[in-house]
């Protein structure tokens, strides 16, 4: 008899699911990492000409592409707010 049980209690459980499986992913979610990885595999070929511009523009002034630049060579430099009162609350963004 208990394997009866179990059985229905499996049958059960198989109804009551709707949608997907859990864990699986999405249509547009497998088509964001599709795209994604396509991206990824054009800059990988393309990367010597792309940076070269970057590093260009930044020499000839454009303060987006020196700031991208440094911050992807040396790392964004950390945002500190502090606020003074009966307690000192330093936040990091």
């Known amino acids: 008899m208990a394997g009866t049980a179990e059985i229905a209690r499996e049958n059960l459980k198989k109804a009551r699911q709707v949608g997907r499986p859990k864990g699986s992913k999405a249509a547009h979610t ?26 260009e523009l930044a020499i000839e002034g454009d303060n987006t592409a020196r700031k991208d630049l440094m911050d992807r060579a040396f790392g964004r ?17």
């Open 30 to 55: 497998l088509d964001a990492e599709a795209g994604r990885a396509y991206i990824i595999m054009r800059v990988q070929k393309s990367l010597e000409p792309i940076m070269d511009k970057a590093i």
């Open 77 to 93: 430099p950390a945002e500190t707010l502090e606020v003074h009162g009966d307690i000192i609350l330093k936040i990091d963004i």
